[in-house]
């Protein structure tokens, strides 16, 4: 099963700043053949479900802020949020999709 | 738009079985992979199952033999049988759809149901 390590476990960001979230998986989830690494960031905010906001590591889902970003390639990953808002409380996951199961990340909570 | 609403969640006795559903709308159910993702109180996010368009399965090893997803492309449906339950299956069920239309396992899962509490407990 391909492994994940996703850091850090919390953080606390003033409104208005940065916070970058990273994960580091145990094998490249780069697929050769289209170039595409098989990685999703979600988002998980109090009592309500998952939303995906970057799928492919870096292309970010229709209607989701422009704040949020993507980057990465191989094993190592990063969501960076711009600018923290007082809507960007919640938990952060990254997932692959490269192979079963598809292993997430144990979340990053993102605080004020 | 997509909805994804789980139903048949409740409290049930170790050993015992549960049968989960997810019935879809909003998008051409039978083109599209999904899966089931499970949230043991106050943790992460698991990956529980997959099933392709075209029926092929995949589980997770913690529920492998135990857990079996299914669909029901006439009913816009989504299954998960859960017999033998352990205390540890405790969580919220999330069914998920898989991006784009393919037959392949390897997607990201686009939408997500409300979710649907199972309670393993004596």
């Known amino acids: 099963d391909i492994v994940v390590i996703q850091s850090p476990d919390s953080l606390a960001v003033s409104l208005g700043e940065r916070a970058t979230i990273n994960c580091k998986f145990s094998q490249s989830l780069l697929y050769n053949s289209n170039k595409r690494n098989y990685l999703a960031w979600y988002q998980q905010k109090p009592g309500q479900s998952p939303k995906l906001l970057i799928r492919w590591a870096s292309t970010r889902e229709s209607g989701v802020p422009d704040r949020f970003s993507g980057s990465g390639s191989g094993t190592d990953f990063t969501l960076t949020i711009s600018s923290l808002q007082a809507e960007d409380v919640a938990v952060y996951y990254c997932?692959?999709?490269?192979?079963?199961?598809?292993?997430f990340g144990p979340g990053t909570k993102v605080d004020i | 738009q997509v909805q994804l609403v789980e139903s048949g969640g409740g409290v049930v006795q170790p050993g015992r079985s549960l049968r989960l559903s997810c019935e879809a709308s909003g998008f051409t159910f039978s083109n599209h992979g999904m899966h089931w993702v499970r949230q043991a109180p106050g943790k992460g996010l698991e990956w529980v199952a997959v099933i392709s368009y075209d029926d092929n399965k995949d589980h997770a090893d913690s529920v492998k033999g135990r857990f079996t997803i299914s669909r029901d492309n006439s009913r816009n449906t989504l299954y998960l049988q859960m017999n033998s339950l352990r205390h540890e299956d405790t969580a919220v069920y999330f069914c998920?759809?898989?991006?784009?239309?393919?037959?392949?396992?390897?997607?990201?899962?686009?939408?997500w149901g409300q979710g649907t509490l199972v309670t393993v407990s004596s």
């Open positions: 997932q692959q999709y490269y192979a079963t199961p598809h292993t």
């Open positions: 998920a759809k898989a991006g784009p239309p393919s037959g392949s396992f390897y997607h990201y899962l686009d939408s």
